[in-house]
């Protein structure tokens, strides 16, 4: 069901509202929260978000008869949706990172109202998601980041192998998943892809992925199907391993997310835009997954181009962790 | 590409002997306020010709950098292009390994290492107009405000913390036990002259009562107390609909509740929304320069003349 949950007028008088899909499942029954769209560029969360509103949709109309939906779901396609209108990550009024506007205010500049709407219609969720890519430039290997390593067991209903925890840095405390963290919510992100590109295998990904949580978590039944708890890699922050450029120039990359890098293996190189001459190749440091990689080419010294989740202490969380 | 990103600090050392006290002006984290660029060109003029005539009068060290991010400044944007990072949300453990995050890492150790006490100069963003002012989180009023008394500014408004302080150079500054004064004034993109004068001889005044440096010059029509205020002081006009702001009051006038502050109007139909009035009676420190705003926007800030009855 879809509604509205905030609406404002533009300057000229227009109505601007956001809105959520809602779908209920028994009295008692927890909640799922679903956000994307907090950047307008986040293309592939946005994608995902869709399908997952089609196919509950289809649930709670019949199509999908082996389905039923036995929990509260609520999908928040879009946050910032100034800024999806533009095409960019923020919007130009502000300039605001919606994720590094939460809690919010009531009253305040739009952006801000925004976050706190979402934050107000969320807070009571048990569970919460959030789809996103990588940040501008890279791209991500589809992976679940999470703050609280406690929450191992339940990542795995996430059906995605590659699990981060999210070092505590101070603007931290201004991202949508510190706000539900600190409310108590169990809370992932699930990234996967580069800004700015809708790429179907990686939304297929996070669709495949949220579908199976719902399913293990208890908030769709299937007559046959149970979702499964996968064995998931957990990598603290500490053993991330990241890849600097010692020159400018162009970097072109030669490896891709998702592979598992040997020591000294090629990441990519950096060559100068006049000569084309190659200035450094760049090499993985340590052995590790490489979640993380630049795809826009020009880059600073030091700037970096990779990062590798490494297995130091590595964790394996199946099946009886 | 061949361009570094420098960032360029200018030093004034003590004339003889240990400096009495270290002190650092930073501006330019945000590349388009650029308020504080004239500030620290006017300290820079004025230190230099100082040092020239009366180089005694240098008791401490004084170290400026006139455009702490000037990539951002270049393009004289708030951000950092092409990273659309706020350079003043990357201060602070673990931040990462950006290269907006390596400038503010090395910008923050080389403060650390040359200073005892700091001022980070701030216009506002695009949307307000402020009178010179230092903002004090209240956890740092007791060390922050006798400091704040000296700077000539028309306010000192003292605020409570808040997350997004956490990330900002003050309040890392300031945790790392070196007393920072986060001044606001202006608008950006902007210059105000007379907020600059105002606060060029404030600092100067202030440098003088700190003791780093042995000056008494500062025009008396500049020297004054600023007016301190704590949060419940502070009353908010904020927009109630969405429509264009015209205002028609003065920033830095006496205001009484309920006098006019500009009107909302709604440019398609040309109806006049709303007659925006003063939230309280006192000091007109904030107003809204950009017209377009959207219900819930600030449009003014008054610093009241008496706290409200509880």
């Given at each position: 069901?879809?509604?509205e949950f905030f609406s404002t007028?533009?300057?000229?008088?227009?109505?601007l509202s956001l809105y959520k899909?809602?779908?209920?499942?028994?009295?008692?029954?927890?909640?799922?929260?679903?956000?994307?769209?907090?950047?307008?560029?986040?293309?592939?969360?946005?994608?995902?978000?869709?399908?997952?509103?089609?196919?509950?949709?289809?649930?709670?109309?019949?199509?999908?008869?082996?389905?039923?939906?036995?929990?509260?779901?609520?999908?928040f396609p879009v946050v910032?949706l100034?800024?999806?209108?533009?095409?960019?990550?923020?919007?130009?009024?502000?300039?605001?990172?919606?994720?590094?506007?939460?809690?919010?205010?009531?009253?305040?500049?739009?952006?801000?109202?925004l976050?706190?709407a979402v934050?107000?219609q969320?807070?009571?969720?048990?569970?919460?998601?959030?789809?996103?890519?990588?940040?501008?430039?890279?791209?991500?290997?589809?992976?679940?980041?999470?703050?609280?390593?406690?929450?191992?067991?339940?990542?795995?209903?996430?059906?995605?192998?590659?699990?981060?925890?999210?070092?505590?840095?101070?603007?931290?405390?201004?991202?949508?998943?510190?706000?539900?963290?600190?409310?108590?919510?169990?809370?992932?992100?699930?990234?996967?892809?580069?800004?700015?590109?809708?790429?179907?295998?990686?939304?297929?990904?996070?669709?495949?992925?949220?579908?199976?949580?719902?399913?293990?978590?208890?908030?769709?039944?299937?007559?046959?199907?149970?979702?499964?708890?996968?064995?998931?890699?957990?990598?603290?922050?500490?053993?991330?391993?990241?890849?600097?450029?010692?020159?400018?120039?162009?970097?072109?990359?030669?490896?891709?997310?998702?592979?598992?890098?040997?020591?000294?293996?090629?990441?990519?190189?950096?060559?100068?835009?006049?000569?084309?001459?190659?200035?450094?190749?760049?090499?993985?440091?340590?052995?590790?997954?490489?979640?993380?990689?630049?795809?826009?080419?020009?880059?600073?010294?030091?700037?970096?181009?990779?990062?590798?989740?490494?297995?130091?202490?590595?964790?394996?969380?199946?099946?009886?962790? | 590409?061949?361009?570094?990103?420098?960032?360029?600090?200018?030093?004034?050392?003590?004339?003889?002997?240990?400096?009495?006290?270290?002190?650092?002006?930073?501006?330019?984290?945000?590349?388009?306020?650029?308020?504080?660029?004239?500030?620290?060109?006017?300290?820079?003029?004025?230190?230099?010709?100082?040092?020239?005539?009366?180089?005694?009068?240098?008791?401490?060290?004084?170290?400026?950098?006139?455009?702490?991010?000037?990539?951002?400044?270049?393009?004289?944007?708030?951000?950092?292009?092409?990273?659309?990072?706020?350079?003043?949300?990357?201060?602070?453990?673990?931040?990462?390994?950006?290269?907006?995050?390596?400038?503010?890492?090395?910008?923050?150790?080389?403060?650390?290492?040359?200073?005892?006490?700091?001022?980070?100069?701030?216009?506002?963003?695009?949307?307000?107009?402020?009178?010179?002012?230092?903002?004090?989180?209240?956890?740092?009023?007791?060390?922050?405000?006798?400091?704040?008394?000296?700077?000539?500014?028309?306010?000192?408004?003292?605020?409570?913390?808040?997350?997004?302080?956490?990330?900002?150079?003050?309040?890392?500054?300031?945790?790392?036990?070196?007393?920072?004064?986060?001044?606001?004034?202006?608008?950006?993109?902007?210059?105000?002259?007379?907020?600059?004068?105002?606060?060029?001889?404030?600092?100067?005044?202030?440098?003088?009562?700190?003791?780093?440096?042995?000056?008494?010059?500062?025009?008396?029509?500049?020297?004054?107390?600023?007016?301190?205020?704590?949060?419940?002081?502070?009353?908010?006009?904020?927009?109630?609909?969405?429509?264009?702001?015209?205002?028609?009051?003065?920033?830095?006038?006496?205001?009484?509740?309920?006098?006019?502050?500009?009107?909302?109007?709604?440019?398609?139909?040309?109806?006049?929304?709303?007659?925006?009035?003063?939230?309280?009676?006192?000091?007109?420190?904030?107003?809204?320069?950009?017209?377009?705003?959207?219900?819930?926007?600030?449009?003014?800030?008054?610093?009241?003349?008496?706290?409200?009855?509880?």
């Amino acid at each position: 069901m879809k509604k509205e949950f905030f609406s404002t007028q533009t300057p000229l008088g227009e109505t601007l509202s956001l809105y959520k899909n809602f779908w209920e499942g028994p009295e008692l029954s927890e909640t799922l929260a679903i956000v994307s769209g907090l950047h307008g560029d986040r293309l592939n969360g946005l994608m995902a978000a869709s399908r997952l509103s089609r196919f509950l949709g289809d649930i709670a109309q019949g199509r999908e008869p082996d389905f039923k939906i036995t929990g509260n779901i609520q999908i928040f396609p879009v946050v910032n949706l100034p800024a999806l209108s533009e095409g960019n990550a923020a919007w130009s009024y502000d300039n605001l990172d919606a994720d590094r506007a939460f809690p919010g205010l009531e009253e305040g500049d739009l952006t801000e109202t925004l976050c706190h709407a979402v934050l107000q219609q969320t807070a009571q969720s048990d569970y919460g998601i959030i789809l996103q890519t990588a940040e501008p430039h890279y791209t991500d290997a589809p992976h679940i980041k999470m703050i609280s390593a406690n929450l191992k067991s339940l990542a795995r209903n996430l059906d995605l192998r590659v699990t981060r925890e999210i070092a505590e840095f101070p603007a931290l405390t201004l991202q949508l998943i510190k706000q539900w963290h600190a409310l108590g919510m169990a809370s992932f992100i699930l990234s996967a892809g580069t800004p700015g590109v809708v790429d179907p295998s990686q939304s297929d990904i996070l669709f495949e992925s949220v579908l199976n949580f719902m399913l293990v978590t208890g908030f769709l039944s299937h007559t046959h199907r149970k979702g499964h708890k996968r064995e998931l890699d957990f990598y603290p922050a500490k053993n991330e391993c990241t890849l600097l450029t010692k020159h400018s120039g162009m970097f072109l990359p030669k490896s891709k997310v998702g592979n598992w890098l040997n020591v000294d293996q090629t990441v990519g190189e950096v060559v100068d835009l006049y000569s084309g001459e190659v200035l450094e190749t760049v090499t993985a440091r340590e052995a590790g997954f490489l979640v993380t990689l630049r795809v826009y080419p020009l880059v600073h010294e030091q700037e970096p181009v990779a990062v590798l989740l490494t297995r130091k202490n590595k964790r394996r969380f199946w099946p009886f962790s | 590409m061949g361009a570094p990103v420098k960032v360029i600090k200018q030093i004034f050392t003590a004339f003889k002997g240990r400096p009495v006290k270290r002190v650092s002006f930073v501006t330019g984290l945000h590349g388009d306020e650029l308020e504080g660029l004239v500030l620290c060109h006017r300290l820079i003029q004025a230190l230099r010709q100082l040092k020239q005539t009366q180089p005694e009068a240098f008791l401490g060290d004084i170290h400026i950098y006139p455009a702490a991010n000037p990539s951002a400044v270049n393009s004289a944007t708030r951000l950092w292009p092409f990273y659309s990072e706020d350079m003043n949300r990357t201060f602070g453990q673990g931040s990462g390994d950006s290269v907006p995050v390596q400038v503010s890492r090395a910008l923050f150790e080389d403060l650390k290492a040359h200073s005892d006490l700091a001022v980070d100069i701030h216009s506002s963003n695009k949307h307000l107009l402020e009178l010179p002012q230092i903002r004090i989180i209240e956890n740092f009023a007791g060390t922050l405000v006798p400091l704040a008394e000296q700077t000539c500014a028309d306010l000192i408004w003292v605020h409570p913390m808040a997350g997004l302080f956490e990330s900002t150079l003050g309040y890392n500054l300031n945790l790392a036990k070196i007393p920072t004064l986060v001044i606001e004034t202006g608008i950006c993109l902007r210059i105000h002259p007379e907020f600059g004068d105002q606060l060029f001889h404030g600092m100067m005044h202030w440098l003088n009562h700190i003791g780093v440096l042995a000056i008494r010059n500062t025009p008396a029509k500049y020297i004054k107390a600023p007016r301190i205020i704590y949060p419940n002081q502070v009353a908010l006009a904020m927009a109630r609909q969405s429509g264009l702001f015209v205002g028609q009051a003065r920033l830095g006038s006496q205001v009484k509740q309920g006098d006019p502050l500009g009107q909302m109007l709604n440019p398609m139909t040309g109806d006049v929304l709303e007659e925006v009035v003063s939230p309280g009676t006192g000091l007109l420190f904030t107003l809204r320069q950009l017209p377009l705003v959207y219900a819930g926007g600030l449009l003014a800030r008054v610093a009241l003349d008496r706290e409200p009855e509880p």
